[in-house]
């Protein structure tokens, strides 16, 4: 059987822009899997694979914030280190128009639009973490610190 080819999204050519070494791994999609149907099938740890979220504060504004995979955001917190009122996730729709990608595929890299991006601070700290790479049922992995070189977040301490 011949290997599938993988996908070029937005993602991977801004990882190829940016002279980034990734692995590409697919798997099976599973609506409302999330990270832990990858880490399941791939037989990593969840807490290596970490979730893009599409959320925005109390004006509307959005923003990324990138949490561990068995991980859940405190937003009072994050709002409180951001300096907002308070910050929501956006429906899957109004994300899906922010980032350029379908909820469930969302990556960091690429999006159609420039937003702020949040970092759980000990994601940094990681060795090598896997993420999405912009489309469903596909996730590369990389080194942190790449992931901090290319896109430059802003970190926090957000873990619920």
Known sequence: ???QKPPVTQAVRQLRQMKVAFTHHPYTYVDGGGTAQFAKELDVDEHLV???LIMEDEKGNPLIVLMHGNCEVSTK???RQIGVKTVSPCAPNVADKHSGY?????????????MPIYCEASILELETLYINGGKRGYI???????LARVLNPV????IQ
């Open 77 to 79: 917190a994050l709002a």
């Open 1 to 3: 059987m011949a290997k």
């Open 102 to 114: 379908q909820v469930g595929g969302t990556s960091p890299f690429g999006t159609k639009r420039k």
């Open 50 to 52: 970490i979730k893009t």
């Open 140 to 146: 590369i992995s990389m080194p942190a610190r790449e």
């Open 155 to 158: 970190t926090i301490q957000a």
